[in-house]
């Protein structure tokens, strides 16, 4: 018999932690799964995990992704209508020293997330994609209808290659399947690689930050709420396949098979020095910007176009970057006990 809770993977990270949180909020139950790998602090993974742990409606597995026997047997024991697939190994940069990494958890991990999914009876499985799969395309905003077919990290390959994998098993065995593109999370509860953390980090302790592209970077930074938000929304509107999807001018981003993908940002980039400048203001204190150039991996400017999410779930996410930093400021100083 199936119960009716949905699994999140990579439970104990930052997005699943408050994606598990908005779940348990609406009264449904969660089964978390995370492996709490030493990638970053462990005990920031923790101490999410504690605050879930409060929630009756909560049950954590420690358990990795790649873990074939053992996967196949929390499906079988579940066979949960909903799955959530959030864990992955992170980061552009970690990737270009750490390969194998990604090969081992984006794409074995993920196998058995379809298999799973496959031999269980999922009615909708949400993933997460990344905006860096649009790679080498320069024209903005970044559409889902744009030819994503040049990453520039293996990374950013990992995870188109996770839009495929879901397409071949919605088209071969009719599995609802969802893709998500995070454009450059952030929020309280962040993870300590990405450049918010860095950031506040180093503005704290005196401590110059590194501004690629002599500080032109643009990023469309998307609050933690409105992608908890959409993801939330999302669970309930599983994709049904386009009858009228033209294999002559294919659409990217849809498929006759229940296969659907979405830009999740804030449809507002800012410059890295405009973002820096409100974190001054927050903490307090001046930063010390060191200057460098373009490194291997990184794209000068990301930028979301939600138009297919706002028509098919009425939202967009929204939250100014001043409302938002204010708020990862505050709990940085709460967490950190500054």
């Known amino acids: 018999m199936a119960d009716e809770s949905v699994l999140v993977t990579g439970a104990a990270g930052f997005i699943g932690f408050h994606v598990a949180q908005r779940l348990l909020a609406a009264g449904r139950e969660v089964v978390g799964l995370d492996s709490v790998n030493d990638y970053y602090d462990p005990k920031l993974k923790e101490a999410r995990l504690e605050i879930l742990g409060r929630d009756p409606g909560f049950t954590f597995v420690k358990l990795n992704l790649t873990d074939r026997k053992a996967m196949k047997t929390l499906f079988a024991q579940h066979r949960f209508p909903f799955v959530i697939h959030l864990a992955a190994q992170a980061g552009v940069r970690h990737s270009l020293t750490h390969p194998h990494a990604y090969v081992d958890a984006n794409l074995e991990g993920f196998i058995n997330i379809l298999e799973g999914c496959r031999h269980g009876g999922c009615r909708h499985l949400v993933f997460a994609s990344s905006s860096s799969v649009y790679g080498a395309n320069t024209r903005l905003p970044f559409s889902v209808q744009d030819n994503v077919d040049h990453p520039i990290s293996l990374y950013a390959a990992s995870k188109k290659a996770n839009e495929l994998m879901a397409h071949s098993y919605s088209h071969l065995y009719k599995i609802p399947a969802t893709g998500l593109r995070f454009f450059t999370v952030y929020g309280p509860w962040g993870r300590p690689d990405m450049a918010m953390f860095l950031f506040a980090g180093a503005i704290l302790a005196g401590e110059p930050i590194k501004l690629f592209n002599h500080g032109k970077m643009r990023r469309d930074f998307t609050y933690i709420d409105d992608v908890s938000q959409a993801v939330a929304r999302l669970i309930d509107r599983p994709p049904q396949g386009r009858p009228d999807w033209d294999g002559i001018h294919p659409d ?87």
């Open 252 to 338: 990217p981003s849809s498929s006759t098979a229940p296969w659907k993908i979405y830009n999740i940002g804030n449809s507002h980039p800012e410059e890295l020095t405009y973002v820096i400048s409100l974190l001054e203001k927050e903490f307090g204190r001046p930063a010390i910007k060191d200057m460098l150039p373009m490194q291997p991996g990184d794209v000068a400017a990301t930028y979301a176009d939600v138009t297919d999410l706002e028509r098919d779930i009425g939202f967009k996410p929204a939250t100014p970057i001043e409302d938002g930093i204010a708020r990862f400021a505050k709990w940085y100083r709460d967490y950190h006990r500054i």
